[in-house]
């Protein structure tokens, strides 16, 4: 079974920084696509950033310059850098991981979509 977990969450000051991470584990192969969402009280929820495998990396409009996706695919890793944190930041940080090649109960498996259990980000004014 693969399980993604996120980790980094917190309550920081507006101005502030936090560094989101998420872990991917089990007997994984290849991850397409790796990236955060987020969903804050009464609004759907919303990709935040992501990274394709050997690909781009996009961004909302709204944390353009602020915030930085990285991935490392040796520890199937993805991290968000969050600076200059906002109050309308403040959300639920999810991690999502497309495109998941894995070997499940001994067989090859292949899962469109898998996610975090998410980490409270609370930027104060």
């Known amino acids: 079974q693969v399980q993604l977990v996120e980790s980094g969450g917190g309550l920081v000051q507006a101005g502030g920084s936090l560094r989101l991470s998420c872990a991917a584990s089990?007997?994984?192969?290849?991850?397409?696509?790796m990236g955060w969402y987020r969903q804050a009280p009464g609004k759907q929820r919303e990709l935040v950033a992501r990274?394709?495998?050997?690909?781009?990396?996009s961004y909302l409009d709204s944390v353009m310059g602020r915030f930085t996706i990285s991935r490392d695919n040796a520890k199937n890793m993805v991290y968000l850098q969050m600076n200059s944190l906002k109050p309308e930041d403040t959300a639920v940080y999810y991690c999502?991981?497309?495109?998941?090649?894995?070997?499940?109960?001994?067989?090859?498996?292949?899962?469109?979509?898998?996610w975090g259990q998410g980490t409270q980000v609370t930027v104060s004014s």
């Open positions: 999502n991981a497309k495109g998941v090649r894995a070997v499940v109960a001994g067989t090859a498996d292949y899962q469109e979509d898998y």
């Open positions: 089990g007997r994984i192969l290849s991850i397409n696509t």
């Open positions: 990274t394709t495998s050997g690909g781009p990396t």
